[in-house]
């Protein structure tokens, strides 16, 4: 009996598996989109082996899907593709669903699935799920809407397979251009329409996509009449032309002006992909590069340089330039050169299947300058603190259903940095202004330094497997577990060596709580520092099984340190003298004072008093309160970096927590408060406690 129960919960586990690995690829809240997980991985294992399969198998899928329905000057197929098993299921599933949009939403899915994860990641693509697409090509057509016959002439400069194009047209012709009782007339208006859109991107198989669903569509309502075209551009929309001037907009140089910018522009980082940015230093975005950025940044001052001060852009984008320092400039721009209609923060909900780490925002405006009057549309789709989860259809109707919350623009943006979406209540905007105003820094008085990075912590199962090492998975290399520690301190003895000279106890973020941090570390750094010279034999027998891991790092490959050093080791003071510890990420600020031996990793900082502390008051037991108070919290929320529902507690933002000034007469006294102590939480409890806290802080830092 207990080996059946066994095998039934193992069942189950399994089966859970299999649907959490399959929906975080392929959208969950749309289940026409499910693609069977057989068929899942085997389209995935033939993408793999065989890249360039991709252009032939889309070609040949709508050959099998839709043979009626091709115009005479279609290129034929592969036919040698048409007799694929593994085609002929996908083919199957295309065609599962009699609704013509449905199947070319099908069809769009299959172009993003043909690209492997690496490819997609890489690029920063991930295309709108139809649903989605849908919400926000009607929220952007409202504002403009005058009905079928007022044809709007609208661009998505990275359209993909057409998803946003299709939602447009679709929009427009459930909203009446498809009820127009008059054929003639209602083939005349949807030609005009579909003329009027215009796409651009850089894959040409997916633009192919995209052309493909509107002859689909009109051999299906038109059959025989002649077709309209969509005006699509195959190129890079951020490209300058050998006169310096926009390629995009030379192509768009003989056609009517945009009444409307629609698009989910590509999501890549400069810090990995430099090559990209290069050429965005000079030319047209010479002004508006600052570094730091990202490439979604640019398609905001791309809507700024194609519109006219009637056209609408709405972009889809992470929510991270609300308040990325690398973002103020382009806040900046958004403040004083748009007028923001609507602002839609999607929080936690995951609008993408297969990306990571989501946040993302809608950010509808005019291509203007604002009215001193101008009001923006604030809407919020989860509560802050609500949990992860895919979006689903009754988000959107939710959506569509809350009462918006209407600011001045000018209100919008607010502190030095013109950070965005704070939503501070009057009193709460107002007291953190006249904190800023009283306040110096917090880098004026500490240092503010990452842990430590070794480039290979323990092994992985990718890098044993890649490189063929004999140790297992999760082989400590540079952090070692209790088993392994015991084993290298016994190794290090019998050479005659003291293990307290090559091992430092570890730590992780979770060790810090507001006050306190473990003690008792789980793990052991091997601190083969840079004043190590030379490498004991007994650690050389310990490194030399991970030896591919190490020497592939980019310093080692690069000559700037031997093999067996830790990648970036920072200076042993950070970690021995008494400190500050804080994680980089945590829903409120958590510091916590230790002055013991307390290494950790790049996900944690620390926090350490420069010569200035001394005269301004300051001193590392006031900072731990005055960070832990919920005004500090308060001011990180609504002044600080957010990824989400987390405060994102880095080396600028950090730096730049302000700290009131303290008069001569006042450091007496908070010295001896300070010696007298607090209460204890565990007495008061954890509320009354923070309470009674920043009462005592506002008092004896004059903040009343």
């Known amino acids: 009996m207990k080996q059946r129960v066994i095998c039934i919960i193992k069942a189950h586990l399994?089966?859970?598996?299999?649907?959490?690995?399959?929906?975080?690829?392929?959208?969950?809240?749309?289940?026409?989109?499910?693609?069977?997980?057989?068929?899942?991985?085997?389209?995935?294992?033939?993408?793999?082996?065989?890249?360039?399969?991709?252009?032939?198998?889309?070609?040949?899928?709508?050959?099998?899907?839709?043979?009626?329905?091709?115009p005479e000057n279609t290129p034929p197929s592969d036919l040698t593709l048409t007799d694929d098993p593994l085609l002929l299921a996908l083919a199957e599933w295309v065609a599962g669903v009699t609704d013509i949009w449905a199947r070319l939403q099908r069809l769009a899915l299959l172009s993003e699935l043909l690209a492997s994860q690496p490819q997609r990641k890489q690029t920063g693509l991930y295309y709108t799920p139809p649903r989605l697409a849908r919400y926000l090509a009607e929220t952007s057509l409202r504002p403009l809407w005058q009905g079928p016959h007022k044809v709007l002439h609208c661009l998505d400069p990275?359209?993909?397979s057409g998803m946003f194009l299709w939602a447009l047209f679709q929009t427009v012709w459930d909203w009446g251009l498809g009820a127009i009782s008059n054929l003639k007339q209602r083939e005349k208006l949807s030609f005009e329409w579909i003329?009027?859109?215009?796409?651009c991107d850089l894959d040409p198989q997916a633009l192919e996509v995209a052309r493909i669903g509107f002859v689909c569509f009109w051999q299906h309502c038109f059959p025989g009449r002649p077709m309209p075209q969509p005006r699509l551009h195959c190129g890079d929309a951020l490209a300058a032309s050998e006169s310096g001037q926009l390629q995009l907009a030379d192509w768009l140089a003989d056609q009517p002006p945009l009444d409307l910018l629609l698009s989910n522009p590509p999501y890549l980082g400069e810090k990995n992909h430099r090559a990209v940015f290069e050429p965005l230093r000079q030319g047209p975005w010479a002004a508006d590069y600052r570094g730091r950025g990202d490439l979604y940044y640019y398609f905001f001052y791309l809507a700024l340089k194609l519109g006219q001060p009637q056209t609408l852009a709405g972009l889809l984008t992470p929510s991270y330039f609300l308040s990325a320092s690398g973002a103020a400039h382009l806040r900046q721009r958004l403040l004083h050169d748009s007028s923001l209609l609507q602002l839609i923060d999607f929080q936690s909900l995951r609008l993408f299947p297969g990306a990571q780490g989501q946040h993302n925002a809608f950010t509808l405006l005019r291509c203007a300058p604002?009215?001193?009057?101008?009001?923006?549309?604030?809407?919020?789709?989860?509560?802050?603190?609500?949990?992860?989860?895919q979006l689903q259809a009754s988000d959107l109707d939710a959506l569509d259903q809350q009462a918006p919350d209407y600011r001045p623009q000018h209100a919008l943006f607010q502190g030095r940095t013109a950070l965005m979406l704070s939503q501070a209540s009057e009193a709460v905007a107002a007291q953190l202004q006249q904190l800023e105003q009283q306040a110096e820094p917090l880098g004026t008085y500490f240092s503010v330094s990452q842990g430590i990075v070794s480039g290979a912590d323990r092994l992985s199962a990718q890098q044993q497997k890649a490189h063929g090492i004999v140790c297992a998975p999760g082989s400590g290399i540079f952090v070692i577990n209790p088993d392994e520690s015991t084993r290298l301190e016994g190794a290090l003895r019998q050479a005659g060596l003291d293990p307290a000279d090559w091992l430092r106890p570890w730590f992780k973020n979770s060790d810090i709580q507001p006050f306190a941090v473990n003690t008792c570390p789980r793990y052991q750094l091997l601190y083969l520092h840079r004043g190590v010279q030379t490498l004991p034999a007994v650690l050389e027998a310990h490194l030399q099984p991970f030896y591919p891991v190490l020497a592939r790092r980019r310093e080692v490959m690069q000559g700037r340190l031997p093999w067996w050093q830790l990648q970036w080791p920072r200076q042993p003071g950070r970690f021995t003298g008494p400190k500050l510890v804080l994680p980089q990420r945590a829903e409120s600020v958590r510091a916590a004072y230790t002055a013991l031996p307390w290494y950790a990793s790049a996900d944690v900082y620390f926090i350490q008093p420069r010569s200035a502390a001394a005269s301004s008051g300051w001193q590392l037991e006031l900072l731990e309160l005055w960070l832990n108070s919920p005004l500090v919290s308060q001011w990180f929320y609504h002044r600080g970096k957010r990824k989400g529902a987390l405060l994102e507690l880095y080396q600028q933002p950090l730096s730049q927590v302000p700290l009131p000034r303290i008069a001569p007469a006042q450091q007496r006294r908070l010295q001896q408060w300070l010696r007298g102590g607090l209460p204890e939480r565990s007495q008061r409890g954890e509320a009354a406690y923070q309470a009674q806290l920043t009462q005592m802080l506002k008092q004896y830092l004059m903040l009343e």
């Open 195 to 199: 003329s009027a859109l215009r796409g």
């Open 370 to 389: 604002p009215d001193p009057a101008h009001q923006v549309a604030l809407r919020r789709a989860l509560h802050p603190r609500a949990r992860s989860r």
């Open 14 to 70: 399994l089966a859970f598996v299999q649907r959490f690995w399959q929906n975080g690829r392929v959208s969950k809240h749309n289940s026409d989109w499910f693609l069977p997980p057989l068929l899942w991985r085997q389209l995935q294992a033939r993408s793999a082996a065989t890249p360039d399969w991709r252009a032939n198998c889309l070609q040949t899928l709508v050959h099998l899907v839709w043979p009626a329905h091709l």
């Open 158 to 160: 990275a359209c993909g």
